[in-house]
């Protein structure tokens, strides 16, 4: 009894330093941001597009960053989830007891874990064999690619959540697999479902390796598919190689917006999941 209390008391002291350590992670890297970046933050950055020397200190904004990060991830969110999910729904209906899901599933465990620029030089040759050059649609196929396996896990996980007696209840009534899964598994599984998408999100949004080639940068706002799309993670990383301290801070300011954009996003996906978990039967 008291080598299990000891026991016990060894793994709670290792649970409770590990959340202690990742908490002072988080704090640190927040607090070095708001400490470096807020006092370079103003409507400036936020309103206008980099001017004539915006790298060696001059006027100017990081609005086309801004708005090209939200292009380049919220079009490769949309792709992707129009492709994650129906492969989620056949790996639980269709696939579940045969050995094609567990290929899949390893499949997408072993994509997740790739590097993203391995992401990115894989879609610039795709690029390169359809004749595009470095623009909005090439940042979002790479940014597709590096999210899909994200996503389609994170759904799949979600969908094994829904409580199984309602698909039974369902196939009861005569329903089909895929009226079950779009009228009944989805709609369960929708707090899961958004959950997944907002990680896959925050990973395109911060990643700066799969763009590098294939959206390339721009000091205007997007207004093509075909056109080069400027992102905040290669804003910051351009105004941190300069050797002028006010661009240095910029970039710290750059990062904290792009924090803001991750956290308000978060903020308001919970808050409309809260009120959807309304309706999940557990």
């Given amino acids: 009894m008291k080598a ?35 006092p370079a933050l103003n409507l400036s950055m936020l309103l206008q597009t980099p001017k004539g020397g915006f790298y060696l200190g001059k006027e100017g904004g990081i609005l ?3 708005m090209g990060s939200l292009f380049l991830a919220g079009g490769a969110t949309a792709l992707a989830m129009a492709i994650s999910l129906p492969i989620a729904l056949f ?3 269709y696939a579940k ?6 290929v899949v599933r390893l499949a997408l465990d072993v994509l997740w874990g790739i590097p993203s620029i391995v992401y990115g030089a894989f879609a610039f040759i795709l690029m390169l064999w359809l004749g595009l ?3 909005l649609l090439g940042g979002i196929i790479a940014l597709t690619f590096l999210e899909l396996p994200i996503m389609t896990r994170g759904m799949d996980e979600a969908i094994n959540m ?20 779009l009228k009944i598994v989805v709609r369960q599984a929708i707090p899961g ?14 990643d700066a390796a799969s763009v590098l080639f294939t959206a390339g940068f721009t000091d205007h706002l997007p207004t093509s598919l075909f056109k080069p799309a400027a ?19 910029r970039a710290y300011a750059s990062a904290l917006i792009l924090t803001g954009i991750v956290l308000g996003l978060s903020i308001m996906s919970r808050r409309i999941a809260g009120r959807l978990t309304e309706h999940v039967i557990r």
């Fill in 231 to 249: 992102s905040l993670p290669l804003a910051i990383f351009f105004q941190l190689s300069t050797p002028f301290p006010a661009v240095q801070n």
């Fill in 133 to 135: 050059r470095a623009s």
């Fill in 91 to 93: 790996l639980h209906f």
């Fill in 4 to 38: 299990t209390k000891v026991e016990e008391k060894i793994f709670l002291t290792i649970m409770i330093c590990s959340t202690v350590f990742v908490l002072s992670c988080l704090i640190l890297i927040l607090a070095t941001v708001i400490w470096r970046g807020l």
């Fill in 193 to 206: 479902l958004l959950t997944s998408s907002l990680l896959a999100f925050g990973r395109g949004i911060g």
């Fill in 97 to 102: 007891r045969s050995w094609h899901g567990g």
């Fill in 162 to 181: 829904v409580h199984p007696l309602l698909k039974e209840s369902s196939y009861s009534l005569g329903a089909t697999r895929l009226e079950t899964a």
């Fill in 64 to 66: 086309n960053a801004i």
